[in-house]
């Protein structure tokens, strides 16, 4: 059997090689472009609903647990601005808090107005 040695300068020093130390480094990286679910989580958010997700072993599908998860966020995250939804007065008003803290984004806010009436319309009898 031949008789192992190791290598001197295996593992190269810093000093002796050009590094440039990733930005990503220890962290998770979402593209931006990545949403999920009905309420279009993305970045940071996407990552904590991942997250509790996985803590309490729920589905990501679930449009409850969505929902449950975005309450959540509105009530503890004060980014939101969960007590001015509260307080809103008017549907369109809401669907700006919404899509200006929420989603950050203000496309098809009509769309978003729309869906608000008739799931009221539906759910007031």
């Known amino acids: 059997m031949a008789k192992y040695t190791p290598e001197k300068n295996f593992r190269p020093?810093?000093?002796e090689t050009q590094?440039?130390?990733s930005p990503y480094a220890g962290c998770v990286y979402i593209p931006s472009e990545e949403v999920f679910g009905i309420f279009k989580f993305r970045g940071l958010m996407?990552?904590?609903?991942?997250?509790?997700c996985f803590s309490r072993n729920l589905d990501m599908n679930d449009s409850g647990v969505q929902a449950d998860y975005l309450l959540k966020q509105l009530e503890e995250n004060t980014e939101l601005r969960?007590?001015?939804?509260?307080?809103?007065e008017t549907i369109e008003k809401a669907a700006q808090l919404i899509h200006e803290y929420i989603l950050k984004d203000n496309a098809n806010i009509d769309k978003t107005v729309n869906l608000a009436y008739d799931f009221l319309e539906r759910n007031t009898a």
């Open 13 to 15: 020093t810093s000093a």
């Open 19 to 21: 590094f440039t130390p």
């Open 82 to 88: 969960g007590s001015e939804l509260k307080n809103v």
């Open 46 to 52: 996407l990552l904590g609903f991942r997250a509790y």
